[in-house]
């Protein structure tokens, strides 16, 4: 099914270059707070819960934010949108040694992260078949999330080599990159 369902296809195939950069984060968030703010005022742990309560925070407010406007947009330039700003707040993130600066960034990250999180599900939910749904969502899911699996690994090697704020950057590019790239893909861009 998934397949022969172009607009499906290409919003899993780029949610799988995209979403590496949560890997990342998952993986280095904590590896970030320690190496960059481990010598100033709070633990870095008391850093990383910030970051992740900030996160968690956008990730609250945009869901309620989009539940009330997102119907206005077409799903497909929300998803771009989502992913390009994710991927550009991540790489400020990762360059920004300002831990408020930082805060205010994550709060954006987790906000973005509802911008493509939520009309992807709504679209695998308009699309499939209600007999194939799980099925469907699942495969999806292994694809995303493998990938994601991943980039965890391959985010803390490549962070022992050229360390993690430019890891975390780097990756924030890619997916500024396919959030990009899904302008030129009209299975993507149309959806």
């Known amino acids: 099914f998934l397949r022969n369902e172009p607009?499906?296809?290409a919003n899993t195939l780029q949610a799988v270059v995209a979403q590496v950069t949560i890997g990342v984060l998952i993986g280095q968030t904590a590896v970030f707070a320690e190496r960059v703010f481990g010598g100033e005022g709070f633990d870095w742990r008391t850093v990383y819960g910030f970051?992740?309560?900030?996160q968690g925070a956008g990730n609250l407010i945009g869901g309620f934010v989009i539940g009330l406007v997102g119907a206005r947009f077409a799903k497909g330039r929300m998803i771009i949108v989502g992913y390009t700003v994710l991927g550009?707040?991540?790489t400020l993130m990762a360059l920004s040694g300002n831990l408020p600066a930082v805060l205010a960034i994550?709060?954006?990250i987790g906000v973005a992260n509802m911008v493509f999180i939520i009309p992807?599900?709504?679209l695998f939910q308009e699309r499939t078949p209600g007999n194939l749904l799980g099925r469907?969502?699942?495969f999806r899911f292994s694809l995303v999330f493998g990938a994601m699996t991943l980039s965890i690994g391959l985010g803390g090697v490549l962070a022992e080599v050229v360390g993690v704020?430019?890891?975390i950057a780097a990756f924030g590019l890619v997916t500024a990159a396919a959030g990009i790239a899904g302008w030129f893909v009209p299975a993507i861009?149309?959806?």
Do not use: K, M, N, P
Request: hydrophobic share 50%; glycine share 8%.
């Open 7 to 9: 607009f499906l296809l």
């Open 165 to 167: 704020t430019t890891v």
């Open 136 to 138: 469907v969502v699942s």
């Open 189 to 191: 861009r149309e959806a």
């Open 51 to 54: 970051i992740e309560g900030s």
């Open 106 to 108: 994550a709060f954006g």
């Open 120 to 122: 992807s599900q709504t």
């Open 88 to 90: 550009l707040l991540t």
